[in-house]
């Protein structure tokens, strides 16, 4: 069904999984809208958490994007960062990432 093989996923039922796969769901809108030049933070960490309700996340935990070396917060991608979820799909916690390259000619001088 797509669902990563975990030790928490089975403690999930059929119905379950099908939600669980929520979290693919936002990482990968994320992705595309910073394939589509969307580099603010906000907005893409609104866009997981959007996804996450919308497809079957119970309760969330969080969903941010952060520098992918520090784990700080970001305004902007305009570095290597990773997308982060941590959600609830009935009693079970499940945790998912994605790293995140900003575009050419995006960088900071910083990285």
């Known amino acids: 069904d797509g669902l990563a093989l975990s030790s928490r996923n089975r403690y999930l039922t059929p119905d379950q999984r099908s939600s669980a796969l929520s979290l693919w769901r936002a990482l990968t809108e994320v ?5 589509k030049n969307v580099l603010d933070i906000g907005q893409l960490n609104q866009a997981m958490l959007r996804v996450l309700q919308e497809t079957g996340a119970e309760r969330v935990d969080y969903a941010q994007v952060v520098d992918r070396q520090t784990l700080q917060s970001l305004e902007r991608l305009d570095r ?8 609830y799909v009935g009693a079970t916690r499940l945790i998912d990432n994605m790293l995140l390259e900003p575009p050419r000619g995006t960088e900071s001088e910083n990285t």
Do not use: G, N, S, T
Request: charged share 10%; net charge negative; glycine share 0%.
């Open 80 to 87: 290597p960062a990773v997308a982060l979820i941590a959600a």
């Open 31 to 35: 992705q595309q809208m910073v394939e």
